[in-house]
């Protein structure tokens, strides 16, 4: 699928489906959190939600104080959604609509963030060209979320990778200590299980 029909597929799901219509929704994101606050960060850290759309990660990142908060996502609608719901505290939140594959950071970030974006690059070239864009923003700690090997191989129609801990690992190797894993069950809005795989991970030094 090409860069336009990326965005093309993801504006089409966020402009006919709410979000009790999708299966990645979360009225809580427990897990994403708990490995955030395993990092440690102080309040003015730098955060990067990678393929965020109107998650409400950024509802919590914003309630317990953290103040320098970026949400990317290649959907404009999605991203509309977000600040919407947030109203008067979107402005505190820098929005980046963006392909990640093209996605040109002005900073580094002590937390990278992405549950559920990554594992849709399935083509070498691409997931080559993601870990180079990781070893050059991530200042300190990223947190992945994909499907695991007892997961999906499809989301939102489209074909996904999955991991397992050793594969994570291996991916980013060269820049980064891999912390911890775990595999949790996702319950969908309509009662469906999707296994995922978390993992943490510290920015080598050089």
């Given at each position: 699928?090409?860069?336009?029909?990326?965005?093309?597929h993801w504006e089409t799901v966020y402009?006919?489906?709410?979000?009790?219509?999708?299966?990645?929704?979360q009225e809580v994101p427990q897990t994403?959190?708990?490995?955030?606050?395993?990092?440690?960060l102080d309040k003015a850290a730098r955060?990067?939600?990678?393929?965020?759309?109107?998650?409400?990660?950024?509802?919590?990142?914003?309630?317990?104080?953290?103040?320098?908060?970026?949400?990317?996502?290649?959907?404009?609608?999605?991203?509309?959604?977000?600040?919407?719901?947030?109203?008067?505290?979107?402005?505190?939140?820098?929005?980046?609509?963006?392909?990640?594959?093209?996605?040109?950071?002005?900073?580094?970030?002590?937390?990278?963030?992405?549950?559920?974006?990554?594992?849709?690059?399935?083509?070498?070239?691409?997931?080559?060209?993601?870990?180079?864009?990781?070893?050059?923003?991530?200042?300190?700690?990223?947190?992945?979320?994909?499907?695991?090997?007892?997961?999906?191989?499809?989301?939102?129609?489209?074909?996904?990778?999955?991991?397992?801990?050793?594969?994570?690992?291996?991916?980013?190797?060269?820049?980064?200590?891999?912390?911890?894993?775990?595999?949790?069950?996702?319950?969908?809005?309509?009662?469906?299980?999707?296994?995922?795989?978390?993992?943490?991970?510290?920015?080598?030094?050089?």
């Amino acid at each position: 699928m090409s860069k336009m029909d990326r965005k093309t597929h993801w504006e089409t799901v966020y402009n006919t489906k709410k979000p009790d219509e999708v299966s990645w929704t979360q009225e809580v994101p427990q897990t994403s959190l708990d490995f955030i606050h395993s990092c440690k960060l102080d309040k003015a850290a730098r955060i990067i939600d990678v393929g965020g759309g109107d998650s409400k990660l950024v509802d919590y990142l914003l309630s317990e104080g953290f103040e320098n908060i970026t949400v990317l996502d290649i959907s404009g609608k999605a991203l509309e959604r977000a600040k919407a719901r947030l109203g008067d505290k979107a402005h505190n939140v820098k929005w980046v609509e963006s392909d990640i594959l093209n996605f040109k950071p002005q900073e580094t970030y002590d937390l990278w963030h992405d549950r559920a974006a990554f594992h849709f690059l399935t083509e070498p070239e691409q997931i080559k060209t993601y870990v180079e864009l990781t070893k050059k923003a991530v200042a300190r700690h990223m947190i992945l979320g994909t499907f695991s090997k007892n997961g999906p191989k499809k989301c939102s129609g489209l074909d996904i990778k999955q991991y397992d801990k050793e594969q994570m690992e291996a991916t980013f190797f060269n820049g980064f200590h891999q912390t911890q894993c775990k595999t949790e069950d996702h319950t969908t809005p309509f009662e469906t299980t999707q296994n995922f795989i978390f993992c943490s991970f510290k920015r080598k030094q050089d």
